[in-house]
């Protein structure tokens, strides 16, 4: 393999990927780096961790993706050191690379807030492995308790708690509360698992807290009906192998999630830059780091302010940062040449169980299951590959049609120590 490339990509999340295809078109020559195979559709992957879609469905080989533009080599390697100064990328693999051009896509891990510790007990979710670790913990939390005799005992492995009310937290709970009342309620003898608890943790004093106020109560009063208690401005202290401790109050629990705080990166660090509290770079107004406008973070990887406020972490967003990037990169625009970046936004949705969703436009409002056959529409045209989009399209119809959900495997793959 050549040592120079024109233009390195790190990452073929939503930012790396349509930064790729963009340049791919226009027949540039360019690397694109995943220390995974695939391009993974983190949006649905909530669906993964509960049983409703199997892995394939969501994750997409990158090979497969970027087949039609033969300027684009893949390889399958972690990024392990990046020298600005001389243009440089080390790899696990020891080799090293060169480039003109870089764009650095790498995302966001979940962050403990310096209580890594915790992660042992309440994994978050932002992988695949994360997502069937969660599956594992929440099916065999059921099978365990249909051998236990101990109620104390039964009650941990049926209690879940999901600390953070973000859209993440929020599609975890509301799915776990449709599991335990619905797919699972007659199938097993010794216990019920309508009896579950679902907790839902937050610090904040509402839910979903970037969307308007009248969405985050409708939200709220939507999860309770599904049976998830609730709890706003309530802190977790501790959490351990029998449960987390929320104020003064602790829940014994086999299984918790964590949904609760991001950090870009790691890799980030080696560019020896200026990071904001979360580790993700500072970037300039054409998502170049400053003092290297051929060096570009974007997505979950960057700290973009546009005007007054900070972009979130969200898909489109990156999607929209990588076509921006790739634009500068194939029109070679000198620094003086570019103009800022701005994110369209498009509006936000987050779903929380069967016709339950809201969805926010500008001043328009929308709840119920009018919103939640748009999150569909929206999440399905939003797959890369069609077969995706058929496949979750007739698992969601026989899903709706039955509460039944396709992928309740257990692999014995890794789950909670606290579980086994
Ligand atoms: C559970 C969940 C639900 C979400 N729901 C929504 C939603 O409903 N709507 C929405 O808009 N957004 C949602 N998001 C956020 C959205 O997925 C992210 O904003 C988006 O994925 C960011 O894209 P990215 O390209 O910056 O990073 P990512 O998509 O995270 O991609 C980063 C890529 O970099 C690779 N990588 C990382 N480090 C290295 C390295 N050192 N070497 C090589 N490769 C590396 C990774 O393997 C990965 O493929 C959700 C996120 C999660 C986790």
Redesign the pocket.
Known sequence: MKKKFSTII????????NAAIKLGKKNQEVLL????N?????????QV?TAGLSPADIATPVREILKKYPSITIIM????DISKEEKKLS??SLHTLEFDNLIV????RHSYFGNDQWEQYAP????LDD?LRIRENVLKSFEKSELESDQQRIEALTTFVIIGAG??GV?MAGAIAEIATKTLAKNFSNIDPKTSKIYLIEGGDRVLSTFHPTLSEKSKKDLESLGVIVKLNSFVKDINENGVLVGEDFIPTKNIVW?AGNKA?P?LNSLDIELDRMQRAIVQNDCSIKGHPDIYV?????CFQDGERTL????????QQ?KYVATIISKRLPKGKRNPFHYMDKG???TIGKSKAILEFGKIRITGFIAWCAWCLV?LLFLVLFRNRVFIFFDWVYSYLTEQRGARLIKNGPSNRNID
Do not use: C, R, W
């Open positions: 790190i990452g073929a999340g939503f930012g790396g990927l780096i995943d220390k995974t695939h391009h993974l559709f983190q949006p649905l992957l909530y961790a390697d972690e990024v392990l790899l696990k896509a790498t995302g966001a978050g979710l932002k992988s997502a859209p993440t599609e949904a990166n890799i974007i997505g979950d990887a960057a979130p972490g969200l898909a489109p967003v990156a999607a990588g936000s949705m987050a999440h």
